[in-house]
């Protein structure tokens, strides 16, 4: 996930029960955020559809999706987040964790009906935008639905209130107040993390060659849909 000094960050600071401790300093206008997230996701999920999960953590989303969904694959980076996911899963065989990196899947093409990354996913893990699009692209089947999730520029107040939490919790850096705004937080740790608006997710899809429905959900959430044309699936890179 996230990046800092050229090392993964979450996989070396943030996994397991210190990730499960960044939702429980939430605010409740942050859990309402989180909440919107699922209930959106969830809304493009059809019983029995192949659910992928980018970033799956310990599992937090991936369990809600299971709801609604047939199979749910997780993946991530941080085998200790994974581990707790698949000790929280138990016997339920509708989720799988696996470790891999979002943007070169070890799936083959259109495998999936649903790719979702939520939280910012998009920017938190620090690789190329376009590439990690056409990797979720490509792994999705024809008329299967590809969604990703950034931060809306109104939430920026609680967003960022949420996260001086997290440092004050010894979660996170300290925040470094010089560097950060713009949507854009910075700690002094190495750990940074943008967002993006509308108009660059726009950009994203001409990059990408299929343009996305964008929606605002809850006045936190920007999300980017995709739909993957009828005709053909395993968009290439």
């Not at 520029?153 to 960022?160: C, S, T």
């Not at 010089?178 to 700690?187: A, F, L, R, S």
């Not at 343009?211 to 993957?228: K, L, M, N, Q, R």
Request: negative net charge.
């Amino acid at each position: 996930m996230e990046k800092g000094n050229g090392t993964d960050y979450y996989a070396a600071k943030l996994s397991a029960e210190r990730l499960r401790e960044v939702y429980d300093v939430a605010s409740p206008r942050v859990r309402r955020y989180l909440r919107s997230e699922i209930d959106f996701a969830r809304s493009w999920i059809e019983p029995g559809d192949d659910v992928l999960e980018l970033g799956c953590g310990y599992g937090r989303v991936a369990f809600e999706l299971a709801r609604s969904a047939g199979r749910v694959v997780g993946i991530d980076t941080s085998p200790e987040s994974l581990e707790l996911a698949r000790t929280l899963a138990g016997t339920d065989s509708r989720c799988e964790f696996l470790e891999m990196d979002a943007a070169n899947l070890a799936f083959g093409d259109g495998e999936f009906d649903v790719v979702v990354c939520v939280q910012n996913g998009i920017c938190a893990f620090r690789v190329d935008a376009a590439r990690l699009v056409r990797e979720a692209l490509r792994v999705t089947r024809a008329a299967g639905r590809v969604l990703f999730s950034t931060y809306a520029a109104e939430f920026w107040p609680h967003r960022l209130a949420w996260f001086e939490a997290q440092a004050a919790a010894g979660l996170l850096g300290e925040i470094d107040h010089e560097k950060t705004g713009n949507g854009t937080i910075v700690c002094k740790d190495g750990f940074r993390t943008g967002a993006l608006d509308p108009d660059e997710l726009a950009a994203l899809g001409r990059a990408v060659g299929i343009e996305p429905a964008i929606t605002e959900v809850d006045g936190s959430s920007v999300f980017a849909v995709w739909h993957v044309p009828r005709q053909a699936s395993g968009v290439q890179p």
